[in-house]
């Protein structure tokens, strides 16, 4: 069965990562821009960040037979350094049209202050200049408050919900969310926010329209085989393999899809990745055999 990830920071995994990742059925993935772990101190930081968004990491995605899309923007974080969010905020426009960017994102709330504030709704009025799709990140404290305030004010802005992928969820958030006619996305992490069990036990409850599971790996404790971990999970524990495919398949080109970028036919037909294929003069694979990379 075939599997989409649309929340993964695969710069923060390794080439093992790509490998298993293919092998367990994963063709799409969607990595959506956000800090590196500690602030950046530069615009130049930001700028060399988001081109390797839309080229190497793209590049290296598909030496391993995945197609890798991204989204653009100045997460909430950073967006509390006001004088190099004004700066991050000059440059969105460069990176926003590009190929592979199918969202503004990810955006929103940390711990709510007025300058996450502004940069959330500065940045939603980009995606509406731009029509682009917006990637919600949720806050982890005070969630269900900052869950409804990050919707309410996407609508105060005029952005259609059904245009609005709202990440992060859980329990005490999924109702508000759904009845909004926003996207659900959950990411699915071994030890902390929503585990497979608890996902299996959402499904069950809530069905699988608007539904989307992601793993949201990066560079702390995650699984990026969290999708199909949890696709397996389902099956198993008799959820319809229908609602299994909306779930962690379907709905995301559902969602993603309306960006005019993120197709269906972008990898249905796979071919072997070239190892001697260069981007920008480098290449993954150095040009040596490795059956790993087969992906036909």
Not at 64 to 85: D, F, P, W
Not at 122 to 131: G, H, S
Not at 159 to 185: C, M, S, Y
Not at 224 to 253: F, H, Q, R, W
Request: with cysteine; hydrophobic share 35%; glycine share 6%.
């Amino acid at each position: 069965m075939k599997w989409i990830d649309p929340h993964i920071h695969c710069s923060a995994r390794t080439t093992d990562d790509y490998v298993k990742m293919a092998e367990q059925g994963i063709v799409a993935v969607i990595e959506p821009a956000f800090w590196l772990g500690q602030p950046r101190t530069n615009v130049g930081s930001f700028i060399d960040y988001y081109s390797s968004l839309i080229g190497w990491e793209r590049f290296r995605a598909s030496q391993y037979g995945i197609k890798h899309y991204c989204t653009i923007g100045l997460n909430s974080k950073e967006a509390n350094n006001e004088a190099l969010a004004e700066e991050v905020m000059e440059i969105l426009p460069r990176f926003l049209p590009k190929e592979g960017v199918v969202a503004v994102g990810e955006i929103g709330y940390d711990d709510q202050t007025k300058l996450e504030d502004k940069y959330y709704r500065a940045q939603l009025e980009l995606a509406k200049e731009y029509d682009m799709l917006v990637m919600v990140h949720t806050p982890h404290r005070d969630k269900k408050k900052g869950t409804i305030k990050s919707m309410e004010v996407a609508l105060e802005h005029g952005l259609d919900p059904n245009k609005v992928i709202i990440d992060h969820n859980n329990e005490e958030t999924i109702q508000d969310t759904l009845d909004r006619g926003f996207w659900a996305a959950f990411t699915i992490y071994p030890k902390t926010k929503m585990g497979n069990e608890r996902m299996v036990e959402v499904v069950k409850k809530f069905g699988s329209d608007r539904i989307i599971v992601d793993s949201s790996a990066d560079w702390g404790y995650s699984d990026p085989l969290a999708v199909p971990k949890t696709a397996n999970l389902m099956l198993k524990m008799g959820i319809a393999e229908e609602d299994v495919v909306k779930t962690c398949y379907s709905n995301a080109i559902l969602a993603y899809g309306q960006s005019g970028q993120f197709n269906e036919s972008d990898w249905e037909q796979k071919t072997d990745a070239d190892p001697k294929e260069l981007f920008e003069g480098n290449s993954v694979l150095r040009g040596q055999e490795n059956n790993q990379t087969k992906t036909s």
